[in-house]
C-alpha cells in the first residue's frame, strides 16, 4: 500500500473505469475501491476526481456519442451528473463514508481569488470527515473554457490542496517503454523521450489519453506531489496496483516554492508572451523582476494579473508569472525606463511589469 507519511491522496477515475461499454455504473469496482479506501482513510485526507456524467447520461437517455453536439452535451452532463453523484453515495454511504460534491470550473483553479476559495471548500470537508467527489462542471463550461480531461483537473486539484499523492486510474497498466513494451516504473524528467512513448489513440469514453496524463504528471511534479498512473479494470485497484507492482510513478521535483508560486507554474494555459531581451533574461536569472526597458513585444490578449509566459526571441520558455499590465498597456511601455510609464499611460502603475514574487522560472 502507499507509504503511510501520506496526509492527502487524490484519485482520479476515468469513464472506462466508472462505466461499463453498455454505459451502466461500475457498483461493484467502485465498491472494492472504496473497501481499500478503508484501509487508507485512517489520518488522511481523501479526495475523488471522477468522469462518467456524459456516458452515463447517454446511456439514461438513449443517445449516441457521435450525434451530441457541445450545446447537448451540457445538457447531457446535467442528467448524468445527478445520476454519477447518487450511484456514489449509495456506494459510500453503504460503507459508513460521508460525501460531498464539487463541480469545478477552469476559473475556480485558474483565478487565485477562486482557487483560494475551492481550498477553503476542501478543507471544510475534511474537517467533517467527507470525502469530496469532484467532477468538472460540463453543464456550463464552453469548449474554449474546458479543462477537456479530468487528469489535468485533478492534478490542479492536488496541486492547491497540497496533496501528497494523485493517483490516475485508467486503462491501462502505466507508461510502456517502446522497445520491450514493459512499463516504466519511474519517471523523474519529463523529456522527449518520455513524451514520444505516448499514444495519440483515446477511448470511445474518455477525452483524454495519455498526454493529457503527462500533462498532469507535470503539474503535480513542479508541485512536489508524486503521481501513479494505474489499471482501475479489476477490483481493489490500489491493492492490487501496489502488491503486483504495476503502476508508473512520478517523481516530484524537490520543490522550494510557495503555494502562491506552486499555483503560478501549475496554470493550464497562459493568456499571451512577453518576448524579452537578452539583459532582461540575465535579470530574471539572477532573481529580478521583469521591467519595460528589457521588452521586445508582446503576443495575444491579456489583463492585468492574467498568467503570462515570459520568452525569449527564439520563444524558448524562461519564466511564468502574474502580469502587472494589459497587454495592450505593455505594448505602450515596452522598451520605455520605469519613471516614464506614468507619463506615457496617463495614470499611476506598478514599475514592474512581472514582480518577482509573481514569477517563477522556467
Not at 479506501?37 to 468522469?51: E, P
Not at 522497445?179 to 483524454?208: A, F, P, T, W
Not at 508508473?248 to 508560486?261: M, N, Q, Y
Request: hydrophobic share 40%.
Amino acid at each position: 500500500m502507499l507509504p503511510n507519511n501520506l496526509k492527502k491522496i487524490v484519485i482520479k477515475l476515468g469513464s472506462t473505469t466508472v462505466v461499463d461499454r453498455k454505459g451502466k455504473f461500475k457498483k461493484d469496482w467502485v465498491n472494492s475501491l472504496v473497501k481499500d479506501l478503508k484501509k487508507l482513510k485512517k489520518n488522511r485526507d481523501i479526495v475523488i476526481v471522477s468522469s462518467g456524467a456524459i456516458a452515463l447520461g447517454q446511456k439514461h437517455l438513449k443517445l449516441k456519442k457521435q450525434k451530441i453536439m457541445l450545446e447537448m452535451s451540457q445538457a447531457v452532463a446535467a442528467v448524468g451528473q445527478i445520476l454519477l453523484a447518487g450511484e456514489f453515495q449509495k456506494v459510500f454511504d453503504k460503507n459508513n463514508f460521508k460525501t460531498g460534491q464539487i463541480l469545478i470550473t477552469p476559473d475556480d483553479t485558474e483565478q487565485r481569488r477562486r482557487a483560494l476559495n475551492v481550498r477553503r471548500t476542501f478543507d471544510n470537508l475534511f474537517k467533517l470527515n467527507a470525502i469530496p467527489i469532484v467532477n468538472e462542471n460540463d453543464t456550463t463550461a464552453t469548449s474554449e473554457i474546458k479543462y477537456g480531461d479530468n487528469d489535468r483537473l485533478a492534478a490542479r486539484v492536488a496541486q492547491i490542496i497540497g496533496a501528497d499523492t494523485l493517483i490516475i486510474f485508467s486503462d491501462v497498466n502505466g507508461l510502456y517503454n517502446n522497445e520491450n513494451k514493459n512499463i516504466i516504473k519511474k519517471v523523474s524528467e519529463l523529456n522527449e523521450d518520455i513524451y514520444s512513448l505516448v499514444d495519440k489513440k483515446k477511448s470511445s469514453y474518455g477525452s483524454g489519453g495519455m498526454i493529457t496524463k503527462l500533462e498532469a504528471a507535470k503539474i503535480c511534479m513542479n508541485s512536489g506531489c508524486h503521481m501513479y498512473i494505474a489499471n482501475g479494470k479489476k477490483n481493489y485497484p490500489i491493492k492490487n496496483m501496489f502488491e503486483k507492482k504495476l503502476y508508473t510513478c512520478f517523481i516530484p521535483k524537490i520543490s522550494t516554492l510557495d503555494a502562491r508560486k506552486k499555483w503560478i507554474i501549475g496554470s493550464l494555459n497562459s493568456s499571451g508572451k512577453i518576448f524579452i531581451d537578452s539583459g532582461a533574461h540575465q535579470a530574471i536569472e539572477n532573481g529580478k523582476s521583469l521591467l519595460a526597458a528589457g521588452v521586445l513585444k508582446v503576443s495575444g490578449k491579456f489583463n492585468k494579473g492574467e498568467n503570462i509566459l515570459i520568452v525569449d526571441l527564439n520563444e524558448n520558455n524562461l519564466a511564468r508569472g502574474l502580469s502587472s499590465f494589459s497587454s495592450e498597456e505593455i505594448d505602450k511601455i515596452k522598451g520605455k525606463h520605469s519613471r516614464d510609464i506614468e507619463k506615457i499611460l496617463g495614470y499611476a502603475s506598478k514599475s514592474e511589469i512581472v514582480h518577482k514574487d509573481d514569477m517563477v522560472k522556467l
